[in-house]
């Protein structure tokens, strides 16, 4: 499965942006999808992800309340809504798929090339 993250960019904080994770060509089918996301100088981090059927989600922390992600009923994208942006939140971001519903990296299988988010105070 090839993914195609998309929707970043440079935003003031208290903003919104909402990023995409496409797959190329097939659906999303069984997958659960999660975002990861690297800040500079830092070790990725699991961000949300939401199960193959879109029932369950998880969350970390700190983006809990502004953050949601979702996906379309034909399972062809993946959806992170991201409001109140704050500084602290400016990374790379990644989505990923894979067939476990999850908040470790290796969880999942398959990984996209990642999208800039940066937002400035």
């Known amino acids: 499965v090839q993914l195609q993250a998309s929707g970043g960019g440079l935003v003031q904080a208290g903003g919104s942006l909402r990023l995409s994770c496409a797959a190329s060509g097939r659906t999303f089918g069984n997958y659960a999808v999660g975002w990861f996301r690297q800040a500079p100088g830092k070790k990725r981090e699991f961000a949300a992800a939401i199960s193959w059927n879109g029932v369950s989600t998880l969350y970390t922390d700190s983006v809990k309340g502004r953050f949601t992600i979702s996906r379309d009923k034909a399972s062809t994208t993946v959806y992170l809504q991201m409001n109140g942006l704050k500084p602290e939140d400016t990374a790379v971001y990644y989505c990923?798929?894979?067939?476990?519903?999850?908040?470790?990296?290796?969880?999942?299988?398959?990984w996209g090339q990642g999208t800039q988010v940066t937002v400035s105070s």
């Open positions: 990923a798929a894979g067939p476990e519903y999850g908040l470790r990296e290796d969880e999942y299988d398959y």
